[in-house]
């Protein structure tokens, strides 16, 4: 099975457990992306990998006009359900791959990716895409898992993230997004970070993650250097803290000329 399709099929069959979540449907984050947009009723966003939809939400709440973008068309289902039932109405979805995305140049004022990104198998193309869809001068806000910059930590994450769910792909560090996002043309972003517990039972069971791997990642927790397990605050049952980060910039208006 090829990536998206991959991860279509994980997140497609735990929508869910993706609407109920704590972890994705709470979160300050989630009000100081309503604030950027509050009462802009000519803001036009897109939400990249919407999931459940918990950021479409908040900021068609504020006043925007959203779309919500995602690669499951069950997750959309969801998303489309929830709108309607909130009284939602600037929102619509739209099925569809983040480096690959059906808009036109310069259709979106607003752009948002939460929790999505690690999943993507070509970030550089979809920055390349991103750039294509905003306006001159529009706001980007990434919100993803990041790696700490420890070679050792970052391993280690990337090693329980595959082992608890196959389509994972990569939590960047903030220095890798840093690069990817001047490579793509937009300004050097402000970032915030903050640290999410994942408690183990849910997060696993989350994504269904079979008995096997569970065990392995029980077995990589139990044989990872101390400094490591102290850095990443390893529990005995297995949760853990992940490191989140905030990275706002906007598309260069002059950068954009030039292309
Ligand atoms: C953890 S959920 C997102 C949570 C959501 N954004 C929130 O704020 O609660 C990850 C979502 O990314 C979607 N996804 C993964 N790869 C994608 C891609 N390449 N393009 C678009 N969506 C993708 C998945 O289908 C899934 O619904």
């Not at 990104?117 to 806000?141: F, N, Y």
Request: charge should be negative; aromatic fraction near 6%; hydrophobic fraction near 45%.
């Amino acid at each position: 099975m090829k990536q998206h399709a991959l991860a279509a099929h994980q997140f497609g069959t735990s929508t869910a457990a993706y609407l109920t979540s704590a972890v994705h449907a709470q979160g300050q984050d989630l009000q100081r992306l309503g604030a950027m947009v509050q009462a802009d009723q000519t803001c036009r966003a897109l939400d990249l990998g919407c999931g459940a939809g918990h950021a479409s939400f908040a900021l068609a709440a504020a006043g925007a006009q959203v779309t919500a973008l995602d690669l499951s068309p069950a997750m959309l289902d969801i998303v489309a359900q929830e709108a309607q039932a909130r009284g939602l109405h600037g929102l619509q979805t739209c099925q569809g791959a983040a480096d690959k995305l059906p808009f036109a140049d310069a259709s979106f004022d607003f752009l948002v990716t939460r929790f999505s990104a690690h999943h993507w198998p070509d970030v550089p193309a979809a920055l390349r895409e991103m750039r294509r869809v905003i306006e001159p001068g529009g706001t980007l806000v990434i919100i993803d898992v990041v790696a700490l910059e420890s070679p050792l930590c970052d391993t280690l994450l990337q090693t329980v993230e595959i082992l608890r769910d196959a389509s994972h792909v990569r939590d960047y560090r903030v220095s890798e997004w840093r690069a990817m996002l001047q490579q793509a043309g937009f300004a050097a972003p402000s970032t915030d970070d903050w640290t999410l517990t994942m408690e183990f039972a849910s997060w696993v069971g989350r994504m269904r993650t079979p008995a096997l791997r569970v065990q392995a990642i029980h077995d990589v927790w139990a044989r990872a250097p101390q400094e490591a397990r102290e850095a990443m605050r390893v529990q005995a049952d297995g949760s853990f803290d992940l490191s989140v980060a905030w990275l706002q910039t906007r598309s260069s208006v002059d950068s954009k000329r030039a292309n």
